[in-house]
C-alpha cells in the first residue's frame, strides 16, 4: 500500500508535525510507502490565477474551471500541480493532516484542493461521487483543535465536528474517495492557552499519537462515511431516497 500525507501546518515542531511524524512512521513500519506533501515547505500558492497558466483557454477572462480543463488537454499544467496529482494518482490511502482554525482547515489546504482537483481531468459532470476519478482509494482526515473534547458536539460551545469537517468530506467524496470517519486530536494548545498544566497535556498528547497509530494499523477494519451516490437521486439531482 501506498500513503500519501497532505500536511498543512506552518510550523515543523507543532503537534501537527509529530502527528505526520508518527503516520509516516507507522504506516512505514508496516510495510507501506509514504509520501508527504508539506504544503508550507513548499511554499505551494494556494492562489488560483491566471499566473499559473502559461498558455491561456481566454486571454481576455479569467474562468478557472475553463482554463484547468484546457491546460488538462493541453498538458500544459503547473508543475506543482502535475506533481500533486502524480502523488494522489499513486497514492492508495491520502491522509490531511490539518489544525482546525476558523471552523473548518487552513486556507493553503482549501487551495490546494482549489487547484489540485482540476476540472475536466480528475472531475466532469458524470465523473463524480461513487464514479469519482479516485474511486477505489480512501481518504482519511486528522485534525487538531485547542478545545477540550467535551466542548464539541451539537449545539456546542466548539462546534460539531460533523458539521465543520462535512464540505472537506463531501469534497473528498465528490472526487470518488472512500472517505473514512475522522481522527479528531482534542485539546492540543499552543504556547499561552493551556486547559491543564504542562505535564498532564504531555501525558494526554502522548497518549493521543500512540492511539493514533494503533488507528493507522486497523484501517482495514474501518467503515467508511455513507455519502449519497448517483442512484440516490433523480435527473434534477434531488433525493429519491426516504
Not at 502527528?19 to 508550507?40: F, I, M, P
Not at 481566454?58 to 500533486?84: C, I, M, P, Y
Not at 486556507?107 to 482540476?118: E, N, S, Y
Request: negative net charge.
Amino acid at each position: 500500500m501506498h500513503a500519501h500525507i497532505v500536511h498543512a501546518h506552518p510550523e515543523p515542531t507543532s503537534y501537527n508535525g509529530a502527528l505526520t511524524r508518527a503516520a509516516r512512521e507507522s504506516l512505514s513500519d508496516r510495510g507501506c510507502s509514504v509520501t508527504v506533501s508539506d504544503l508550507h515547505q513548499m511554499d505551494f500558492d494556494p492562489v488560483e490565477r491566471e499566473v499559473h497558466y502559461a498558455e491561456r483557454f481566454d486571454g481576455n477572462a479569467f474562468a478557472a474551471l475553463a482554463e484547468q480543463r484546457h491546460a488538462w488537454e493541453k498538458g500544459t499544467l503547473s508543475k506543482e500541480v502535475q506533481d500533486e496529482i502524480g502523488k494522489l494518482q499513486r497514492a492508495d490511502l491520502v491522509i490531511l493532516q490539518f489544525p482546525l482554525w476558523w471552523h473548518g482547515p487552513p486556507a493553503i489546504l482549501k487551495g490546494w484542493m482549489d487547484r489540485v482537483f482540476v476540472n475536466g481531468g480528475l472531475y466532469t459532470s458524470r465523473m463524480r461521487y461513487d464514479t469519482g476519478y479516485f474511486r477505489g482509494k480512501r481518504a482519511l482526515i486528522s485534525v487538531t483543535t485547542g478545545a477540550p473534547r467535551d466542548a464539541f458536539g451539537p449545539g456546542s460551545r466548539g462546534g460539531d465536528f460533523d458539521t465543520m469537517l462535512w464540505p472537506l468530506q463531501y469534497s473528498l467524496h465528490y472526487m470518488g474517495f472512500s472517505v473514512l470517519p475522522p481522527f479528531v486530536s482534542y485539546g492540543v494548545q499552543g504556547h499561552g492557552y493551556r486547559y491543564e498544566d504542562e505535564e498532564s497535556l504531555r501525558r494526554r498528547l502522548g497518549q493521543n499519537l500512540s492511539d493514533w497509530r494503533s488507528h493507522l494499523s486497523a484501517l482495514e477494519c474501518v467503515t467508511p462515511i455513507g455519502f449519497p451516490v448517483w442512484e440516490d437521486w433523480d435527473d434534477k439531482g434531488r433525493s429519491i431516497r426516504s
